[in-house]
């Protein structure tokens, strides 16, 4: 018993310094997404308007559901988003609150004009993914999400229908301003728990992860905005140049990762991680009032 417990004792204080070292480094590697939007759509190819939009949700829903531990949020208690292994279970949280966002004004106004009936596939989409982030079954959230982007598949095969049975993005700057407007809403809200007083050692890191998933999707879809919305904004180099700002900042953003979120006082000797990624958020918040400034002259 006594040689047992004086092995037993440096394998348990190895596990429980090597797993978070190989949370933050597996952590690292899955916030970089594998979707490279000028390789999939190079500039000057024919793509339908709306495909390039769709493709990118798609493979932020994706990306999130094929990790190696894929949906984390609905998981049992050491991987939920309240202990242990928390981080990507709140920078999920961000994501999907994010998507959910972008593709409700997707639906409701990038692809729809006034009275005109809204599309099938991104009304399914956009049902499935307000599924509860939460549920673990009856149905889970995976099972909702997963078929969420397939109805986007869907939606990229009626595009090229003839003909089309799929609404392509009416490219108006009355619509794209309100995505600009949605984005900002969750920005701010980003905003305000980051640079929160007296935040609970346990909140901290969560409003942390939580922002980022916010910046992470975001910084995509500004790409594909921007390719979506090249033919319209190449006479306006000064939108295509803060839209290009914007996707700087979201994308240095979402890769922020400490070892440790630290907390750490204005004047103090240590960093504060919240405040240090509230740089950026609130830079692309900024970024993005600009743009919709220049799109409404």
């Known amino acids: 018993m006594h040689i047992a417990l004086k092995v037993g004792a440096p394998a348990f204080l190895a596990i429980l310094v090597l797993t978070p070292i190989w949370l933050h480094y597996s952590q690292k590697s899955h916030n970089q997404l594998p979707f490279d939007l000028e390789q999939a759509y190079p500039a000057g190819s024919d793509v339908v308007t709306g495909e390039v939009f769709a493709a990118t949700v798609m493979a932020l829903i994706d990306h999130e559901l094929a990790g190696p531990v894929g949906w984390r949020p609905n998981d049992f208690v050491l991987w939920g988003p309240g202990l242990w292994a928390d981080n990507n279970s709140n920078r999920q949280v961000g994501v999907i609150q994010a998507l959910r966002e972008s593709v409700r004004v997707f639906k409701d106004h990038l692809t729809k004009v006034s009275a005109t009936e809204y599309d099938p596939a991104l009304v399914d989409a956009d049902t499935k993914l307000r599924n509860d982030e939460y549920k673990f079954w009856f149905p889970s959230a995976e099972s909702r999400f997963s078929s969420g982007s397939q109805s986007l598949g869907t939606y990229i095969e009626g595009l090229h229908t003839s003909p089309k049975i799929s609404k392509p993005i009416n490219r108006r700057n009355v619509e794209l301003i309100r995505l600009f407007s949605a984005w900002t809403d969750l920005l701010g809200g980003a905003h305000a728990k980051l640079y929160e007083q007296d935040v609970s050692m346990f909140a901290n890191d969560d409003h942390f992860y939580k922002a980022q998933g916010f910046a992470h999707v975001m910084a995509h879809l500004t790409r594909a905005v921007i390719r979506e919305y090249a033919a319209e904004l190449e006479q306006r180099q000064t939108v295509i140049e803060l839209l290009a700002q914007v996707e700087d900042s979201l994308s240095r953003a979402a890769v922020l990762k400490p070892l440790i979120v630290i907390d750490g006082s204005a004047s103090g000797l240590f960093a504060n991680h919240?405040?240090?990624?509230?740089?950026?958020?609130?830079?692309?918040?900024?970024?993005?009032?600009?743009?919709?400034e220049e799109l409404e002259k």
């Open 274 to 292: 919240r405040r240090n990624l509230d740089v950026y958020i609130v830079d692309a918040r900024q970024l993005l009032y600009s743009v919709r």
